[in-house]
Nanobody, 123 residues
């Protein structure tokens, strides 16, 4: 069992930045690939970005590539999402999730996910 707790969300103006964190407990983070998903009101949850267990590989959705950066600190059991140049369409609840392999996250086959953190970008 893995517990994931996201933090760092909030209200920001368009063009601004936020840094999300996801702290894991229950099992060492190095066992899992980590990823971020988001869900806007009235829309389905969508994949944002994922990172492999060793941080060697990352995979970004086209709509965030060049603006968002994922990183992880296995010693701290935490994964981060640096979000720059935010747009109103980035407004959503952001969730972190884990899977054994990065490709499983891309395929929405995650094992555990957190409760989410709200990100609101005003125009």
């Amino acid at each position: 069992q893995v517990q994931l707790v996201e933090s760092g969300g909030g209200l920001v103006q368009a063009g601004g930045s936020l840094r999300l964190s996801c702290a894991a407990s229950g099992r060492t983070l190095s066992y899992y690939a980590m990823g971020w998903f988001r869900q806007a009101p009235g829309k389905e949850r969508e994949f944002v970005v994922g990172i492999s267990r060793s941080s060697v590989n990352t995979y970004y959705a086209d709509f965030v590539r060049g603006r968002f950066t994922i990183s992880r600190d296995n010693a701290e059991n935490t994964v981060y999402l640096q979000m720059n140049s935010l747009k109103p369409e980035d407004t959503a609840v952001y969730y972190c999730a884990v899977a054994r392999e990065l490709y499983e996250l891309v395929q929405y086959r995650y094992d555990y996910w957190g409760q989410g953190t709200q990100v609101t970008v005003s125009s």
